[in-house]
């Protein structure tokens, strides 16, 4: 062992004259190890929340939407579909259909979003079929006789107190001539399951129904609203939506989900930007602590450093003394608080303990989700940071002058 890190790990050991110093270290290591552990729980909650709200609305919505310009309905849709299902990259399509519409049940009423599927194509876009309760996506078909089925919310269906097998009165916004004038179109509703998908949103305010059904219930031909895509990568839906409408043609439009949700994960990335530099800054000032210890050991150590003066060791010898001793606590420090967070990340996830309003953040509980790549720039920062906090006190050790400090021994 080279004979600077014996006398650095030396000078970390507590003796009866340097027990004041010992604390001090012992006060800059718990330093630094908090301040890590402080910025990977930011770090990991405000990961575990993108990702969290990401993978919903992906399992609810598709990657990206075809529609026609002007808002005009797509007429030869399943030409379309062919088309789009051929292009490379392309995992699945399927045509949807909205609207809006109130439902009433015997004890309340509220407005939903109305979405038309076919269940077959719809599970090659969204996740809609693993976030059913108390039926299945299939229970989702097209009947000419009785009431139609559909899908609720769990959160619409509670408000509406109803549950699988009741029926609910639909009320469209597209009204029908008569005789007597404009009068809406009235249908009533067999409810068939429940979705819960996580989202508020969507839980609280949206009613799936076969795509016929809608189609007839608007008084629309065979046509629908939009074309919904899922794709291999979902970071590469600008290009996607580049090679579709290559193929389509002109007339045709898309959007994405990053256009959708672009001020959302805008807003989510400079918080997580902002609670990093701020918390950032503990690790900073436990760094200053490191300064202060080793300005104390200098101050401290005057006659050890003029004896080994004094016997050969040269200025970078002494530098190297004081540079590794300041690492050394700050590593410990980090490694600890690394530790700790990653600790804290997994308890806090896996029990989930910090709960929040589902109808304001869109999620039950605070996820946490520590990537790799964010935990090692944390841990390389934090050591670099006590690195450079050392170098400052190292060199005024190494100009030390030996005569000075034996003077009055």
């Not at 104390?296 to 003394?321: C, F, H, P, Q, Y």
Request: glycine share 10%; net charge neutral.
């Amino acid at each position: 062992m080279p004979f600077e890190v014996s006398i650095a790990l030396r000078y970390l050991t507590a003796r009866r004259r340097q027990a004041f110093i010992s604390v001090i270290s012992l006060i800059s290591i718990l330093g630094v190890a908090v301040g890590v552990m402080a910025l990977l729980i930011a770090l990991g909650l405000m990961t575990g929340l993108q990702g969290q709200i990401r993978s919903r609305i992906l399992g609810t919505t598709a990657h990206l939407s075809i529609f026609r310009n002007g808002g005009e309905p797509v007429e030869a849709y399943r030409e379309v579909l062919e088309k789009v299902r051929r292009i490379p990259g392309v995992k699945g399509a399927a045509p949807t259909l909205y609207d809006k519409g109130l439902l009433t049940s015997a004890t309340s009423s509220g407005f939903a979003t109305l979405k038309g599927i076919n269940p077959a194509d719809e599970k090659t876009v969204t996740e809609l079929s693993s976030e059913i309760h108390g039926g299945v996506l299939e229970d989702l078909k097209d009947v000419d006789v009785g009431a139609p089925p559909v899908l609720l919310g769990q959160e619409l269906a509670s408000k509406l107190g109803v549950g699988v097998g009741d029926t609910v009165t639909l009320t469209s916004t597209r009204g029908r001539l008569s005789p007597v004038g404009l009068l809406p179109r009235v249908t009533r509703l067999r409810v068939c399951g429940t979705v819960r998908s996580g989202l508020y949103e969507f839980d609280s305010g949206w009613a799936y129904l076969p795509l016929p059904s809608l189609q007839r219930l608007e008084g629309s031909a065979d046509e629908v609203g939009l074309i919904e895509v899922r794709i291999d990568d979902l970071y590469a839906v600008k290009k996607a939506s580049k090679r579709i409408l290559g193929v389509l043609g002109e007339g045709y439009l898309t959007t994405d989900w990053i256009d959708m949700n672009g001020s959302l994960f805008q807003a989510l990335w400079l918080e997580k930007t902002a609670i990093g530099i701020t918390i950032g800054l503990i690790v900073l000032v436990a760094a200053l602590n490191i300064v202060a210890t080793l300005i104390l050991m200098v101050m401290e150590k005057n006659k050890d450093i003029a004896i080994l003066v004094s016997m050969g060791a040269s200025a970078g010898a002494i530098t190297r003394i004081f540079v590794l001793q300041g690492t050394i606590i700050g590593t410990i420090g980090t490694f600890a608080g690394a530790a700790l967070g990653v600790l804290a990340c997994f308890v806090l996830d896996h029990y989930r303990l910090i709960q929040v309003p589902e109808d304001v953040y869109q999620i039950s509980y605070v996820p946490f989700r520590l990537l790799p790549g964010d935990a090692g720039v944390v841990v390389a920062s934090a050591i670099l940071v006590c690195f450079l906090a050392t170098i400052h006190p190292a060199l005024g050790a190494s100009r030390l002058d030996p005569a000075e400090a034996l003077r009055y021994e």
